[in-house]
T-cell receptor
């Protein structure tokens, strides 16, 4: 079974803190994605990566950055957390074009 | 306009009913199409891929109309366990774009 693991299920951070969300997949997938999910807005793509050290902006990259130093790991960084970044963050991976993506269990981040 | 549009619902149906969800997408370069299911407070999981020829998996039938840029999901003989949010997803190159989801509530 494909496994996508996110480092935390729940996280509470203060405004202005630097926040790291980690995601690891164990199936040697090329593509990895970070989404946030908010009520009424659905899943919105923040960043994705199709190879090590490669990244592409999604629809809402502002306030976020990413890092992919190893194929199995894709990190989302909030440089200076703000309350409007309170959300559910979902990481996903997929092996390539035309096939399904597998999701991690999600990280519910609250910024106070 | 959103790239993938779905009716948010909720659709309230009794057990045994047949229910259909629709989805439209705006980018004709979209290459692959999927329906995902998401239970409350859980991650999305693939329900089925969608092909132009139409495809069926048990009680679920999915259809794609590329000319109209329209995707559908039909659920027959609804079960209580079908209650969930159904997400329409299109893939364009490596990018996955999600609709906001349609909520289904199946009642006894």
């Amino acid at each position: 079974d494909v496994k996508v693991t996110q480092s935390s299920r729940y996280l509470v951070k203060r405004t202005g803190e630097k926040v790291f969300l980690e995601c690891v997949q164990d199936m040697d997938h090329e593509n990895m994605f970070w989404y946030r999910q908010d009520p009424g807005l659905g899943l919105r793509l923040i960043y994705f990566s199709y190879d090590v050290k490669m990244k592409e902006k999604g629809d809402i990259p502002e306030g976020y950055s990413v890092s992919r130093e190893k194929k199995e790991r894709f990190s989302l960084i909030l440089e200076s957390a703000s309350t409007n970044q309170t959300s559910m963050y979902l990481c996903a991976s997929s092996p390539g074009t035309g096939v399904e993506a597998f999701f991690g269990q999600g990280t519910r981040l609250t910024v106070v | 306009r959103k790239e993938v549009e779905q009716d948010p619902g909720p659709f309230n149906v009794p057990e045994g009913a047949t229910v259909a969800f629709n989805c439209t997408y705006s980018n004709s370069a979209s290459q692959s199409f999927f329906w995902y299911r998401q239970d409350c407070r859980k991650e999305p999981k693939l329900l089925m891929s969608v092909y132009s020829s139409g495809n069926e998996d048990g009680r679920f039938t999915a259809q794609l109309n590329r000319a109209s840029q329209y995707i559908s999901l039909l659920i027959r003989d609804s079960k209580l366990s079908d209650s969930a949010t159904y997400l329409c997803v299109v893939k364009r190159f490596q990018k996955l774009v999600f609709g906001t989801g349609t909520r289904l509530l199946v009642s006894p």
